[in-house]
């Protein structure tokens, strides 16, 4: 386990307005061990600025440009060339609280520019309904950044809502990820803490929905025939997926939260059911059991589980040449577990293979366009932290 610590970090300021910023400087944050041994390897870390609860990171593709939603509401986004901060208007009115707020932010790499506008963004958020109920949805507007520290959403309209709503704070999901053709969305949907509904294709909780990238059902969908949200529906018995990406094949993962243990990393098919609530490595939060996977249950089975857990936050497979020993690999952010989580994946297995220790919650994490690895901290003063080599 390699350890970051807090005393190793260094600061790089954030601009406001018209504010310039000298360059930042990276501190040593490998052990002493790791540096001595391997000098090339070792793992600098540089603060960026913090933010309140940080839930999402993502460049805009083309760009340096780092953009944070914060799960109360609003966005900002880091020029991580200069450290300038701004603010984005536009956004959308969110149903705050409990696991609920602010969500994901999603591009379209087929648009990268090194200029903002006329840019399609997509979110997500939490929405409220009728009767003390609620449910995730996604939308899709137009970004322009017509200033140094300020852009705009035009447009927003949600193209996707969690179906149905109901009553609670747990379990949204709604992460985004669209397929390498950028011919669909996948979206994830999880079960609410309702449990059952995710064995239930009536509606879309605790599963993956794929979509055209207005929001329609995609055709090819495994249930398609069937109409109404059901046709939505790529796979099932999902319980809250934090994190969904492709790896380098083309193959879709997600990792999600089992109940008390069981933590999950799934490579994701067509018309595939993973179990919840009838099958999992761990047990209910009451002490009750769940029984475990067998080999003829019936349902996928993930390619890791965690017990203890590690609660993750988000997930990506990194692809660049900075930590080239990593590439391929998926990086996972930790929140309980205080720790980005490295797997190796071979084909269809999967391994865990490393932890960088951290001293707080690992909300999100993504890669800069230079191969740096990008993570935000969970809580009211999250920092958001750039690693490099």
């Known amino acids: 386990m390699t350890k970051l610590s807090k005393t190793s970090i260094a600061i790089f300021p954030i601009c406001l307005a018209l504010a310039s910023?000298?360059?930042?400087?990276?501190?040593?944050?490998?052990?002493?061990?790791?540096?001595?041994?391997?000098?090339?390897?070792?793992i600098q870390i540089t603060e960026m600025g913090s933010f309140d609860r940080p839930w999402a990171i993502e460049f805009a593709p083309g760009t340096g440009v780092l953009f944070v939603t914060e799960k109360e509401g609003s966005m900002k986004f880091i020029d991580t060339a200069s450290g300038r901060m701004g603010t984005v208007s536009g956004v959308p009115e969110v149903d705050y609280?409990?696991?609920?707020?602010?969500?994901?932010?999603?591009?379209?790499?087929?648009e990268a520019s090194a200029v903002l506008e006329n840019r399609t963004i997509y979110l997500s958020w939490v929405e409220a309904g009728e009767g003390d109920t609620r449910g995730a949805v996604v939308g899709r507007g137009m970004l322009t950044c017509g200033e140094a520290d300020a852009c705009a959403i035009e447009g927003l309209e949600v193209v996707w809502r969690q179906a149905p709503k109901v009553t609670g704070r747990g379990h949204y999901s709604h992460r985004i990820t669209f397929s390498p053709d950028e011919s669909h969305m996948f979206i994830a949907s999880g079960d609410r803490q309702k449990l059952d509904p995710a064995q239930d294709n009536r509606n879309t909780l605790g599963t993956i929905v794929r979509l055209d990238l207005d929001g329609s059902p995609a055709a090819g969908n495994p249930f398609a025939s069937e109409g109404g949200v059901t046709a939505e529906i790529w796979s099932t018995g999902h319980r809250n997926i934090l994190g969904l990406d492709w790896d380098m094949q083309g193959n879709l993962w997600d990792v999600e939260h089992g109940p008390a243990g069981?933590?999950?990393?799934?490579?994701?098919?067509?018309?595939?059911?993973?179990?919840?609530?009838?099958?999992?490595?761990?047990?209910?939060?009451?002490?009750?059991?769940?029984?475990?996977?067998?080999?003829?249950?019936?349902?996928?089975?993930?390619?890791?589980?965690?017990?203890?857990?590690?609660?993750?936050?988000?997930?990506?497979?990194?692809?660049?040449?900075?930590?080239?020993?990593?590439?391929?690999?998926?990086?996972?952010?930790?929140l309980s577990s205080q720790a980005l989580v490295r797997v190796t994946i071979d084909g269809e297995a999967a391994q865990e293979a490393e932890r960088i220790d951290f001293d707080e919650r690992i909300r999100s994490v993504a890669q800069g366009p230079d191969g740096t690895i990008w993570v935000a901290e969970d809580g009211p003063e999250g920092r958001v932290l750039r690693l490099s080599r």
Not at 295 to 314: E, L, N, Q, R, Y
Request: charged content about 20%; aromatic content about 12%.
């Open 262 to 334: 069981g933590d999950e990393l799934n490579l994701v098919m067509r018309g595939a059911n993973y179990g919840w609530p009838r099958r999992s490595y761990g047990n209910h939060y009451n002490g009750d059991p769940i029984a475990d996977h067998s080999a003829d249950d019936g349902f996928m089975k993930p390619a890791v589980h965690w017990t203890p857990v590690i609660a993750p936050g988000d997930m990506l497979f990194y692809t660049g040449d900075m930590f080239a020993d990593w590439q391929g690999d998926a990086l996972i952010a930790g």
């Open 21 to 42: 910023c000298a360059p930042p400087k990276s501190g040593d944050s490998a052990s002493a061990a790791d540096s001595a041994d391997n000098p090339d390897t070792a």
């Open 97 to 110: 609280g409990g696991q609920g707020g602010f969500g994901d932010v999603a591009f379209l790499e087929s």
